[in-house]
């Protein structure tokens, strides 16, 4: 979703606001834009279109200036345009503003701000903020926001800067996340800490409700009724090269590839391989949690959905234990219920997504302990929750979530394993072996990785093909619709998962040569019901690609491929199936030439609801 960019110091700002802008786009976006202090006045540059059409525009139209602020727009409120571009300017064109998130009350304020005389030029909720700065306006930027974000109902990050008090960048947090990087002589604010890096690892959080202005010396926090807020800088342990393709052609075959060290990383320090116990000692859950708890659920969206669906599975055969797995834009709507005896787990690769946050919020106040999930262990769900599960797999570019979903799966298999422990569900024998094989996990990814090339080749020979049905039973069902979600949204290409058994329920209509099934089927407890699955399409003439175990003869004899994966654990045959999955979705993609690290109308952080 939208992204943040602002930067004060010595020298001209505008190469570090494309830059940055170029580091953010992956959250997803539709147009961009600049404003810069330029001694005279605001000067400021906008496009529909990518930051390679911004970069242009400003080759052409040069502006300059030492303190600036950018944006990229994923549309909300109006059209993507070069009008509801931001940055947005007041009436008097001294003040700009970016903004991420929504202004649930905008209409009214606009419709006072209009009959005030103020006049409008965008069909955006942002521009009601920029008026409102005008309307405070005394002398102070800082004070004129902090007024105005009074009167904003709403989830908002917003910057602003004004020729009428340069020198300056003030911002306000009440929900999006903005990060302060602090370089030398020179302060950065942004959305995430990707656009960072390359300047500094010295990093400070905005908090909900506060303001900070940023200056080329550093920046003072205060609260939005404006006590003061004392925050120390926090070092990143990210490199910069991390946000870097290092070779791939795009960040998601990058990604795609880091996997098994993904597992590795996750796994470090937090198992015994002398007696299997799993330490999650460094998430802060108080042991007693586990203990105390007879009910797990698990919230969240999309691949993070897919991945407490295998969480689920895990937990219900390792711990014995009931769990639901929710959607976090239906548990909000619904009367869930949950007491003092349920543990809550908010799954979330960015820490950030608006519906995951609120629901998490929601439960923290019914639930014995929540615990966030993620791979931003300084995120808004990090920060919300009891405790902090982090899945180490560094920056994730490509909007399609792949290494976070492994990471997810990991976490989710060590929480498993650590919360049957706690309950005595697992004895020492049965620990060990699984853990022993999960550590053999990241060796058996790389031995599935190494085939990739047999994967882009039969990507491509059915790169025609318009219609998928990805068809899994039990542990591998969420693989199922994990690897349906990839296909469809960076290669556009129509694509159902559907649980095996349910098939014949309805899917099996619509089987024909036109409709290929891709069946998920390791050799595990629901193996010889998936072959009886194949068969149906087979019958029916459809065509059919197979995941299954090496040398498995039954599998690769109704297949026209097969994408095999070396044997492992029932439990943890998620970590192999998905990669031929992730690899198809992928080559589809990027045999058809779409901008596979950036699709269209997606964003990385879903930030509004
Ligand atoms: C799909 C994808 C999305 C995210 C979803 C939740 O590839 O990335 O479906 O999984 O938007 O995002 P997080 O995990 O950040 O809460």
Not at 136 to 163: D, I, P, Q, T
Not at 241 to 268: N, P, S, W, Y
Not at 588 to 608: F, Y
């Amino acid at each position: 979703m939208c992204g943040i960019i602002g930067c004060v110091g010595a020298r001209d700002t505008v190469p570090d606001l494309i830059e940055g802008l170029r580091r953010l786009e992956y959250r997803g976006y539709d147009s961009a834009g600049i404003a810069v202090l330029n001694g005279d006045g605001v000067g400021r540059r906008r496009v529909k279109g990518k930051i390679r059409d911004l970069a242009e525009e400003v080759r052409r139209h040069p502006i300059t200036g030492t303190c600036g602020i950018g944006h990229t727009r994923w549309a909300t409120h109006g059209r993507p345009s070069e009008d509801n571009a931001h940055p947005h300017t007041d009436c008097g064109g001294t003040i700009a503003l970016v903004h991420n998130g929504i202004v649930e009350n905008y209409w009214s304020l606009k419709e006072k701000l209009k009959a005030e005389g103020h006049v409008f030029r965008t069909e955006t909720d942002t521009e009601v903020i920029v008026h409102l700065v005008e309307k405070h306006f005394r002398g102070s930027l800082e004070e004129a926001l902090r007024a105005a974000v009074r009167e904003l109902e709403g989830a908002f990050a917003v910057a602003c800067v004004s020729s009428r008090d340069p020198g300056k960048i003030v911002a306000a947090r009440n929900g999006p996340p903005a990060v302060i990087g602090f370089g030398e002589g020179e302060t950065f604010l942004s959305s995430d800490i990707t656009p960072l890096l390359h300047h500094t690892r010295r990093v400070a959080y905005m908090d909900d409700g506060e303001i900070a202005v940023l200056t080329p010396d550093g920046a003072r926090f205060a609260t939005f009724a404006g006590a003061p807020v004392a925050k120390d800088a926090e070092t990143l342990d990210w490199e910069p090269a991390m946000v870097e393709k290092r070779g791939f052609a795009h960040f998601m075959a990058k990604e795609i590839f880091e996997q098994a060290d993904v597992v590795r990383d996750t796994l470090k320090s937090r198992v015994s391989l002398e007696n299997g116990r799993v330490f999650l000692d460094d998430t802060g859950l108080a042991p007693d949690a586990f203990r105390e708890a007879d009910r797990v659920v698990l919230i969240a969206c999309g691949t993070s959905y897919h991945a407490g669906l295998v969480g689920k599975y895990l937990l219900e055969t390792l711990a014995r234990v009931p769990v639901d797995v929710e959607y976090a834009s239906e548990l909000r709507s619904r009367d869930f219920v949950m007491d003092r005896r349920t543990l809550v787990l908010g799954i979330s690769q960015s820490g950030e997504t608006a519906d995951t946050l609120a629901a998490l919020r929601l439960a923290r106040a019914k639930a014995r302990a929540v615990l966030a999930v993620t791979n931003n262990a300084n995120s808004s769900m990090a920060r919300a929750a009891d405790g902090v599960l982090d899945l180490h797999a560094g920056p994730e570019i490509g909007v399609a979530a792949t290494k976070t979903f492994v990471g997810q799966m990991a976490a989710l298999a060590l929480f498993a394993l650590a919360f049957s422990q706690a309950r005595g569900a697992l004895n020492e024998a049965d620990s060990l072996a699984l853990v022993q094989e999960l550590q053999r996990i990241p060796l058996k990814m790389d031995r599935v990785l190494a085939g990739a090339a047999a994967i882009e080749r039969a990507a491509r020979r059915y790169l025609a093909c318009e219609h998928y049905l990805f068809l899994g039973r039990w542990i591998n069902f969420p693989i199922a619709l994990e690897g349906a979600l990839k296909l469809k949204e960076i290669s556009y290409t129509h694509a159902e998962g559907y649980a095996g058994g349910e098939m014949k329920h309805g899917p099996i209509a619509l089987i024909d040569e036109g409709m290929t099934t891709l069946a998920v089927v390791p050799r595990d407890r629901v193996y010889e019901k998936m072959l009886s699955n194949i068969a149906e399409v087979q019958a029916r003439g459809g065509r059919i690609l197979a995941v299954a175990f090496d040398g498995d003869a039954k599998a690769s004899a109704a297949a026209e491929e097969t994408f095999t994966i070396p044997e492992t654990h029932d439990l943890f045959t998620p970590f192999l199936t998905v990669l031929p999955l992730q690899l198809f979705a992928y080559h589809s993609a990027a045999a058809k030439g779409l901008d596979v690290d950036q699709p269209r109308n997606l964003a990385k952080s879903v930030t509004v609801e």
